[in-house]
């Protein structure tokens, strides 16, 4: 089957506007996508129609909704290979079920001084400043993977840095402002060789690429709705049942518990223990559309338009003068997500100027400041691709950057 | 519209910036970013009685804040508190304005390139974070020359 962009775009209202008076030119999917028009409609299909509280109702609308809300929670598990719904725990974000995991595994791990957290100087702030406080709090002590020249995770000390001590390892698997493709599989054998948890931050890899986690192999993976064509307030956490089980609550409340007197409280089975309080129920059932959205065109499929994109990107910025991609300089490990700097020209001088012509990137550090002074920049611009980009527009990225050298010629 | 941001004074500042470069002695020192976007800038300043008789700065950022450095220069470099006291409130006034004041040249010089500025909300903080530098570093050196500076 060929991938028709056209017809995927189609579903996609957003993407017919303009911006100063040009067609709009989104290459800032890795920040947010966007929403097809299948995830809109059944969120207000929810809210119009039978919009309940999850759980705790015996009326229509609660039951509808429930029945919604856990319909939503298998369609991911499916997506993600989970052996299990009940793997699957609904959060606010990303950060939240990282935190989650950094949270909770102070007691669960029984973590202090002479312990060791592993993460790596390619996170984004949210994977590694939860370890930082996670280790003040304990007395764990915090280690990390370097990064090479080429923007690969930096394996060569793998034996010593990841060891008896090492109770947790924290990754990510695609890089949100390299865009390298992390294969983790040495480093989860050798976690796993020591009696070490791995943990994925897996943001930009679920919705880009088809991911099983019984073949990943790692023990937690989280992920975020907003990124995947659902909406924002909703994220995942998914950990390997027995983890869930033998974790404490995180932030505690209704729906958490199993039974509560004013002694003391016993605790729900995951995933309730984990989703304290109303959730986002209507949120969890756009992602779910989202799932199926992305289901029925191909995992398979998207990922290769956005190799082929990705290929034709790289080409395109090597043409123009003066530029530097920072990572991998060719679509092999990579994802749609491409980081660059224009020489002489600050990134905010180069993302204004581009907006002025319709064509949306990212500038600043990305939430990623390590990995901008592990290449000595204050800052990059970002282009990131996704299903919905096309050829034309690279092109018209490609444009914009020679009118970026003019300004600042 | 996009003329009006990256007007020729604002260019002309940020690749030939005016006073750049950290020196001594100085009274004050301070060190601002702005974590957005990883722009940074320190400034320095010596008082001699009532006279900013140096005022030194260094800086990564992009053309809007670097060049906003250079004109905070060249409008404070040697002038009294008296005097540079209604400079950075018309400055912070032009920029807190969304486009709706007439910058007075007499006042501003080259700072009234910054009206186009005023018009991107993003970029407002780019242009006020010397000179939020510069109030801090002033305040340590002894001199309290500025009105409160809102970037929210």
């Given at each position: 089957m060929t991938f028709d962009v056209a017809r995927v775009r189609a579903d996609f209202p957003i993407l017919s506007r303009e911006v100063n008076g040009h067609p709009l030119v989104y290459l800032d999917s890795a920040n947010t996508s966007q929403k097809p028009r299948q995830v809109l409609d059944a969120m207000r299909a929810h809210q119009e129609q039978y919009n309940g509280n999850v759980s705790r109702s015996v009326h229509t609308l609660g039951t509808?909704?429930?029945?919604?809300?856990?319909?939503?929670?298998?369609?991911?598990?499916?997506?993600?290979?989970?052996?299990?719904?009940?793997?699957?725990?609904?959060?606010?974000?990303?950060?939240?079920?990282?935190?989650?995991?950094?949270?909770?595994?102070?007691?669960?791990?029984?973590?202090?001084?002479?312990?060791?957290?592993?993460?790596?100087?390619?996170?984004?702030?949210?994977?590694?400043?939860?370890?930082?406080?996670?280790?003040?709090?304990?007395?764990?002590?915090?280690?990390?993977?370097?990064?090479?020249?080429?923007?690969?995770?930096?394996?060569?000390?793998?034996?010593?840095?990841?060891?008896?001590?090492?109770?947790?390892?924290?990754?990510?698997?695609?890089?949100?402002?390299?865009?390298?493709?992390?294969?983790?599989?040495?480093?989860?054998?050798?976690?796993?060789?020591?009696?070490?948890?791995?943990?994925?931050?897996?943001?930009?890899?679920?919705?880009?690429?088809?991911?099983?986690?019984?073949?990943?192999?790692?023990?937690?993976?989280?992920?975020?709705?907003?990124?995947?064509?659902?909406?924002?307030?909703?994220?995942?956490?998914?950990?390997?049942?027995?983890?869930?089980?033998?974790?404490?609550?995180?932030?505690?409340?209704?729906?958490?518990?199993?039974?509560?007197?004013?002694?003391?409280?016993?605790?729900?089975?995951?995933?309730?223990?984990?989703?304290?309080?109303?959730?986002?129920?209507?949120?969890?059932?756009?992602?779910?559309?989202?799932?199926?959205?992305?289901?029925?065109?191909?995992?398979?499929?998207?990922?290769?338009?956005?190799?082929?994109?990705?290929?034709?990107?790289?080409?395109?910025?090597?043409?123009?003068?003066?530029?530097?991609?920072?990572?991998?300089?060719?679509?092999?490990?990579?994802?749609?997500?491409?980081?660059?700097?224009?020489?002489?020209?600050?990134?905010?001088?180069?993302?204004q100027i581009l907006d002025d012509l319709g064509v949306e990137v990212r500038v600043g550090h990305h939430c990623a400041r390590p990995v901008c002074a592990r290449f000595g920049v204050p800052a990059m611009t970002r282009a990131s691709f996704y299903l919905y980009t096309t050829t034309d527009e690279i092109d018209a990225l490609a444009r914009g950057l020679e009118q970026v050298r003019k300004v600042f010629a | 519209m996009i003329d009006q941001l990256y007007q020729e004074i604002i260019l002309d500042h940020y690749k030939h910036p005016h006073g750049k470069g950290l020196r001594a002695p100085f009274g004050g020192e301070a060190h601002h970013v702005n974590p957005t976007c990883g722009d940074e800038v320190t400034f320095r300043v010596a008082v001699d009685g009532v006279t900013l008789k140096d005022i030194s700065y260094d800086g990564v950022g992009c053309s809007i804040s670097q060049a906003s450095a250079s004109v905070l220069y060249e409008l404070l470099q040697g002038r009294t508190v008296e005097e540079a006291a209604p400079v950075q409130e018309a400055f912070v006034a032009l920029m807190q304005s969304r486009g709706q004041i007439e910058p007075d040249e007499e006042v501003l010089g080259d700072g009234v390139a910054f009206a186009g500025v005023a018009r991107y909300p993003a970029r407002v903080k780019c242009a006020l974070l010397p000179w939020m530098a510069f109030k801090d570093a002033a305040a340590r050196a002894g001199v309290g020359v500025s009105p409160e500076v809102k970037t929210a």
């Open positions: 509808e909704s429930t029945t919604a809300y856990e319909d939503a929670r298998a369609k991911i598990a499916a997506f993600i290979g989970a052996p299990s719904p009940d793997e699957v725990v609904f959060t606010k974000n990303s950060t939240e079920a990282i935190n989650l995991v950094a949270y909770t595994s102070a007691d669960f791990l029984k973590l202090g001084p002479g312990d060791e957290i592993v993460v790596s100087e390619m996170e984004h702030h949210s994977n590694l400043v939860p370890w930082q406080l996670l280790c003040q709090r304990t007395g764990a002590t915090l280690r990390w993977f370097g990064v090479t020249d080429e923007g690969r995770l930096d394996e060569s000390s793998l034996g010593e840095l990841v060891n008896e001590r090492t109770k947790l390892v924290s990754i990510v698997h695609m890089s949100n402002i390299l865009g390298t493709i992390n294969d983790p599989a040495r480093i989860i054998a050798r976690a796993h060789e020591v009696g070490a948890l791995v943990m994925l931050d897996c943001s930009q890899s679920v919705p880009h690429l088809p991911l099983d986690v019984v073949e990943l192999g790692a023990d937690f993976i989280a992920f975020t709705g907003h990124k995947m064509l659902g909406p924002t307030g909703i994220g995942v956490l998914w950990g390997r049942a027995a983890l869930l089980e033998a974790m404490p609550p995180f932030l505690a409340g209704g729906s958490t518990i199993e039974t509560v007197t004013m002694g003391g409280t016993t605790f729900a089975p995951p995933p309730a223990r984990f989703e304290g309080g109303t959730p986002p129920i209507t949120e969890a059932i756009g992602l779910g559309a989202a799932v199926d959205y992305l289901t029925a065109l191909g995992m398979e499929n998207i990922h290769r338009h956005e190799q082929e994109i990705t290929a034709y990107a790289l080409k395109a910025l090597a043409d123009v003068p003066g530029l530097r991609v920072f990572g991998p300089g060719t679509p092999e490990g990579r994802g749609g997500t491409v980081s660059f700097e224009v020489e002489g020209v600050h990134p905010h001088d180069v993302g | -």
